[in-house]
């Protein structure tokens, strides 16, 4: 039981990336699926859920400029980023959850994040 994390790349200011979260040994639609990242020094942050109703969440900083979505036949869940900034750069990671309102520490089956830096 894993989600794997990827997608993740080197793009300009302004840029735009498609992460995806593949997950195996479990459907993606059984779950709230969320996404996280990390830059060093600071904590990791959520930074979207999509939960099994179709709702979706976004902190303020990503609002508008980035979209989870499903993809059931495939059994992944996207993140698409717009409008990337150098403060998005960080490692990215997607985890399970019974629910999107559950602390980080409920969320489980993480895998490698995926790197995404944002320089010019």
């Known amino acids: 039981v894993q989600l794997q994390a990827s997608g993740g790349g080197s793009v300009q200011p302004g840029g735009a990336l498609r992460l995806s979260c593949a997950a195996s040994?479990?459907?993606?639609?059984?779950?709230?699926i969320g996404w996280f990242r990390q830059a060093p020094p600071n904590e990791r942050e959520g930074i979207s859920c999509t939960s099994r109703d179709g709702t979706t969440y976004y902190p303020n900083s990503v609002k508008g400029r980035f979209t989870i979505s499903r993809d059931s036949a495939k059994n992944i869940v996207y993140l698409q980023m717009r409008d990337l900034r150098p403060e998005d750069t960080a490692v990215y990671y997607c985890?399970?959850?019974?629910?999107?309102?559950?602390?980080?520490?409920?969320?489980?089956?993480w895998g490698p994040g995926t790197l995404v830096t944002v320089s010019s």
């Open positions: 040994g479990f459907r993606v639609d059984d779950y709230d």
């Open positions: 985890a399970r959850s019974g629910g999107c309102h559950f602390p980080e520490s409920d969320f489980d089956s």
